[in-house]
């Protein structure tokens, strides 16, 4: 009897962090309705567009949204795929420009972790790792209670994608009628979108810095180096960020 009752009591706990995660995952996925998702359906108008004018088909920008999921990435293969690089370089090319994910990752991660969750279920999640849903889900997730954590960024995350395929569809076949410039506008409206929201999230000052020393040394160093521009304004503009901060705060103690 004393089995029985206890048997009953962990399959309603189970079934009560389910119907918890359910309801997690649906808030997320409402809560990316909006400014998130009208930046990513331009975006991805853009991309099915561009792609359009290559031999690159309409399947290929769907899934390439699923398995990706990272814009510059899928720019990446479309224009490499126009120029005839083999597969593997192809590859290679969308993983190096996929890295950039791998600091979120690590910062992400002990947000997400729950005793509740298989370890599986943290490689599936990393995964949805983007840009979008890691600023704009970073602030949220920690002020609820970690058991709904993974589920509510799955649902944000999952809705941008599936948001992206469809818009990536639809610029493709309406790429007649969408003129080149405003194809590329809307493509680069994603690392805009990027620095407002993470403007708009600064809290601290070694945020506020890092944005102020990042803003300042990206067109330094492209006037210098415009192929490492990138690179180089990171690092260099995140460590200059840092002794900043450091130094200042060493000051007022």
């Not at 690159?56 to 920008?61: E, P, Q």
């Not at 639809?170 to 407002?196: H, K, R």
């Not at 180089?232 to 002794?243: D, E, H, K, N, Y």
């Amino acid at each position: 009897m004393v089995r029985r009752r206890l048997l009953y009591a962990g399959d309603a706990a189970d079934s009560l962090v389910m119907n918890t995660q359910a309801a997690a995952f649906w808030r997320g996925a409402r809560e990316s309705i909006g400014a998130p998702i009208a930046v990513i359906a331009a975006n991805y108008v853009g991309l099915g567009a561009f792609a359009s004018a290559t031999a690159v088909s309409v399947w290929a920008i769907v899934v390439s949204t699923f398995t990706i999921w990272a814009l510059p990435g899928q720019l990446v293969m479309v224009d490499m795929w126009m120029v005839g690089a083999p597969w593997v370089a192809v590859l290679l090319a969308v993983m190096l420009t996929n890295v950039r994910f791998l600091p979120m990752s690590i910062t992400i991660m002990p947000v997400l972790r729950d005793p509740a969750h298989p370890r599986w279920r943290y490689y599936v999640t990393a995964h949805f790792i983007a840009m979008t849903s890691w600023v704009v889900c970073m602030p949220r997730l920690q002020q609820m209670p970690s058991v709904e954590r993974i589920s509510y960024f799955i649902g944000f995350s999952l809705t941008c994608i599936v948001v992206g395929a469809v818009f990536g569809a639809l610029g493709f076949y309406a790429a007649g009628s969408i003129p080149p410039a405003v194809q590329l506008g809307l493509i680069f409206l994603t690392p805009i979108n990027f620095f407002v929201l993470l403007a708009g999230e600064v809290r601290e000052r070694m945020g506020a810095l890092a944005l102020g020393c990042g803003a300042l040394a990206g067109p330094l160093f492209h006037l210098l180096t415009p192929e490492w521009s990138v690179i180089l304004a990171g690092v260099i503009g995140g460590t200059l960020a840092f002794w900043i901060n450091k130094f200042w705060g060493a000051r007022r103690e």
